[in-house]
Each structure stands twice: as C-alpha cells, then as structure tokens.
C-alpha cells in the first residue's frame, strides 16, 4: 500500500472519527453502512474488518486489520475484546487461509490503483472458508461520469461500475450476490436539519438504482 496512505491515516486517526462521522453527513452515511451490514446473510462466526481504521464499523466483526498502526492502536482500545493487526492487506494479510466466515471493507478500495484492488481481493479470498460472505464497496464510476470530480491522486481517485466490480471479485474467486447503493442525494448540499430525516428516502433510491448512488456496495460469496 502507498506510503502516502499510511502516513496520512496516522496522521487523521486521533481525530478521524469526530472529523468524519460525528456531523449529520457522516451519521448519513453510517447509518446506511450500518443497515447494509446488519441486513446480510452469515456475516456471522468469524469475521474480519479490512482496513478497519479506528474501528468505526469493526462492531460487526470479531478481527480487524489496518495499515495504519495509530488507527489500530485506537480500534484497540476501543474493541478490547477484539484481535486487531497492522497489515497491508493489499500483499499479505497475517491469517491462514479459510479461516474467517466473512469479512468486511469500507471506505478502501477507492484509495487503491487497480492491482492494489486486485491484491486485497484476492487475499480476502484466501482468508475466506468456501462460502465465506464479503462486503465491500467502492466509489461509483457511473455517478462519477455524471459529474466533475477533480482527480486528487490517490484520495478516493478509484471508482468503478457495477460491470468492473463484478469481474474483479470473480478474477479472485468471489461471486457477486447482490449490489447495494449508499449515498444517492448530494445531501452535502442541504441544511443539517433536513439530512437525517431523508436517509429512509435516500436508501431506498440508492436500493433502486445502485449505479447512480455515490458508492456501490457489493455482496460476495467465496467460491466452492
């Protein structure tokens, strides 16, 4: 994983999540997150988080892993009943194969060039029993199109559509099951007091048209 990640991360953990999930648009976007979770099929048994980050989501998991060690360190203490690992889980991450019923990742792969992508698909895959439940998403690469998003190097650079995804996770052994959407209305754009209470609105658009939703959020199942 690119150092400039890293070192970035480590930099935002200590304030990482009141930066990004304390205000009305981060709660928007937990939430969905939350409902997409809580909603899937045998993400149960052993689970792992990748790139936990300070553990904001790693309460639906059992592991977590992140190349941010200060993000680790703050996971930890906050999910003391958890195994936590610093890991670049685009190369190798440090569990035996076929040893996690799930996993889960939010907020990586649009940091990723492509064989990064590519790499930590396949090492989810490795990790997962036959069977074994993925959750993972990645900025919209129609919803994309449809704007103009200024390239800003690797922060959040990498979308992809539906198609794309699809053909990743299977290259890596992972078929997908469904598509999930989060974030369809610029809610950025509106006061703070109307957010929350059009999320219900907001999802089911984002359940109707996932590709026009800011971040597709695929379903895999670990072949065989």
Do not use: N
């Amino acid at each position: 994983m690119d150092k400039a990640i890293v070192d970035y991360y480590d930099r935002l953990a200590p304030e990482y999540d009141s930066d990004r999930f304390a205000g009305t648009y981060g709660r928007f976007v937990d939430e969905q997150e939350r409902a997409i979770l809580g909603a899937t099929r045998g993400l149960s048994g052993a689970v792992l988080d990748v790139g936990c980050g300070t553990g904001r989501l790693t309460g639906f998991a059992t592991h977590g892993c992140d190349a941010s060690a200060e993000s680790v360190r703050i996971a930890t203490a906050k999910h003391p009943g958890k195994q936590f690992e610093v890991a670049d889980a685009t190369a190798a991450l440090p569990f035996a194969d076929a040893s996690f019923d799930g996993a889960t990742c939010f907020h990586v792969l649009m940091h990723l060039d492509g064989p990064s992508v590519a790499g930590l698909l396949a090492q989810v895959a490795r990790v997962l029993k036959p069977g074994g439940v993925f959750v993972v998403d990645c900025a919209s690469a129609t919803r994309r199109g449809l704007g103009r998003r200024r390239a800003d190097g690797w922060h959040g650079s990498t979308s992809l559509t539906q198609g794309e995804f699809a053909a990743l996770g299977r290259a890596a052994g992972l078929e997908l099951e469904r598509m999930d959407g989060t974030l369809m209305l610029p809610i950025h754009r509106l006061p703070a007091a109307l957010r929350m209470p059009l999320r219900p609105l907001d999802s089911l658009a984002c359940a109707l048209a996932p590709d026009l939703a800011s971040y597709l959020v695929a379903t895999f199942r670990r072949a065989g």
